[in-house]
């Protein structure tokens, strides 16, 4: 069957014989964007987490039929090397990764919880960052979650006069 | 003397059924008392269930398993019973079951009410609770029976997929029918709950 969406801008369809194949697999190994990982497999660690129309979804448990007609947004297009996204510019300012194999999903859960909650506070993060990481790098995550608030907010009015 | 000791005495019995029921009573008017509780008792089985008590919880804590431990990784009530700003319960349940994942899904996930905390309840404080229209979702009888037997999510117990090891979960332990049909002679009986 054919499924049609937009991801990270581009409309596109696919061709799939199983309509519940997770949408995680479709993205690594039909579309070739492998910036999103598995992890589990599970819905337990998201290493997968991908934005649909906006929310943090676990892409290993979300079935591809039910990416018809939306949005869907992977670490590829949340910015790239011209045009960082503040979270992406925040972990590097804060040196985040080590192995850095979970990262993305990080940084994906953190790019929704700053556009729900532009000034997270340590609960906050607490609540919403609930992906895994084994090199253990929350200390740095923290630090940089707060930093992409920062950024995120002063690049608000850069964008606002830059429209007006 | 003996009138005043009649009139308080009926008042007091008067005070104390109110005290006893403890919930709004819906109209029992035309209803006779069923002579046997097995339609109510075997609703309850069903309703004291994992399956349905894991997302009635009384600490905010949705449940798991059928050893209902505590949902993974900190999740909790949230925000309209949907979980936290960002990671909500969509961010991994779905509408539908997910069997290769293992995680649950159904139409309109989420915790029951805060008003419909059951974990930890008898099954008398159950049905009175669920009886009571400031706990229900101001439900009357008809409707009541409606969200117990016809509502997806309630439905989804005898649906349950399987879990992350790819195991089928254990459905309530009496069959949908049977349990339609129970719920339908109790209320049709005036929804009485036995005395404790």
Not at chain 1, 8 to 20: F, K, L, T, W
Request: net charge negative.
């Amino acid at each position: 069957m054919k499924i049609s969406f937009n991801i990270n801008g581009e409309p596109q369809s696919v061709e799939i014989a199983d309509e519940n194949t997770p949408l995680l697999w479709v993205v690594r190994d039909m579309l070739d964007l492998k910036g999103t990982k598995f992890g589990c497999g599970k819905a337990a660690c998201g290493a997968c987490t991908l934005h649909i129309d906006g929310e943090a979804v676990r892409s290993c448990s979300y079935a591809v039929k039910f990416a018809e007609g939306k949005e869907v947004t992977t670490i590829e297009g949340l910015g790239n090397e011209e045009n960082l996204h503040p979270v992406q510019q925040a972990w590097i300012e804060e040196v985040v990764p080590q192995c850095g194999y979970c990262q993305p999903g990080f940084m994906m859960a953190t790019a929704a919880l700053l556009d729900k909650i532009p000034n997270p506070t340590d609960e906050d993060i607490d609540k919403n960052i609930i992906n895994v990481c084994r090199c253990a790098t929350y200390y740095r995550m923290r630090k940089a979650i707060h930093r992409a608030a920062e950024l995120k907010a002063e690049a608000i009015p850069s964008t606002e006069t830059q429209t007006s | 003397m003996l009138f005043a000791f009649l009139f308080f005495g009926v008042l007091f019995a008067f005070n104390s059924s109110l005290l006893k029921v403890g919930y709004t009573p819906v109209s029992t008017i035309g209803f006779k008392k069923p002579t046997s509780n097995g339609a109510y008792h075997k609703m309850m089985d069903v309703l004291m269930s994992p399956r349905c008590i894991n997302c009635h919880p009384n600490d905010n804590i949705p449940k798991q398993a059928d050893d209902s431990h505590p949902h993974y990784f900190g999740v909790s009530r949230g925000v309209n019973n949907l979980g936290f700003q960002a990671t909500k319960c969509t961010t991994c349940h779905q509408t539908e079951n997910n069997n290769y994942s293992g995680v649950p899904g159904a139409a309109e996930w989420s915790l029951a009410p805060d008003k419909m905390k059951w974990e930890g309840l008898t099954r008398n404080q159950i049905a009175r609770s669920m009886l009571n229209k400031e706990n229900n979702g101001n439900r009357n009888l008809e409707e009541l029976e409606h969200h117990l037997t016809a509502h997806e999510l309630v439905l989804w117990a005898w649906k349950p997929g399987v879990d992350a090891q790819g195991i089928p979960r254990e459905p309530p332990p009496v069959p949908l029918e049977e349990y339609k049909a129970a719920v339908k002679e109790w209320i049709e009986n005036g929804a009485f709950v036995p005395e404790d």
